[in-house]
């Protein structure tokens, strides 16, 4: 079982930059795949990137590459969003999973086990 908690959230204008965080609990953490996803009002959730159980292949989303940064840190239980040079339509509930490597990363059925979602609120 693995408990994700997210955070680093909040209200932002356009251009800036937010550091989502999400700490894992349970023994087994550096064995899943994690990911990021999102969710805005009256749309489905959203793939936005993932990276692998070492942490040496990350995948992005084609809206936020070169925007986002992936990162784990295994002593940590941790992993997090790097989100620079933000746009209004990255506003949404932002998500951290961890799902099991070889399924279908940008799918959320794949992932086994999410967060409590953290709000990103970009203004223009």
């Known amino acids: 079982q693995v408990e994700l908690v997210e955070s680093g959230g909040g209200l932002v204008k356009a251009g800036g930059s937010l550091r989502l965080s999400c700490t894992a609990s349970?023994?087994?953490?550096?064995?899943?795949?994690m990911g990021w996803f999102r969710q805005a009002p009256g749309t489905e959730r959203e793939f936005v990137a993932a990276?692998?159980?070492?942490?040496?292949?990350?995948y992005y989303a084609d809206s936020v590459k070169g925007r986002f940064t992936i990162s784990r840190d295994i002593a940590r239980n941790s992993v997090y969003l790097q989100m620079n040079s933000l746009k209004p339509e990255d506003t949404a509930v932002y998500y951290c999973?961890?799902?099991?490597?070889?399924?279908?990363?940008?799918?959320?059925?794949?992932?086994?086990?999410w967060g409590q979602g953290t709000q990103v609120t970009v203004s223009s």
């Open positions: 349970g023994r087994t953490f550096s064995t899943y795949r």
């Open positions: 999973a961890a799902g099991d490597s070889g399924r279908d990363l940008y799918t959320p059925k794949s992932y086994v086990f």
């Open positions: 990276i692998s159980s070492s942490g040496f292949t990350r």
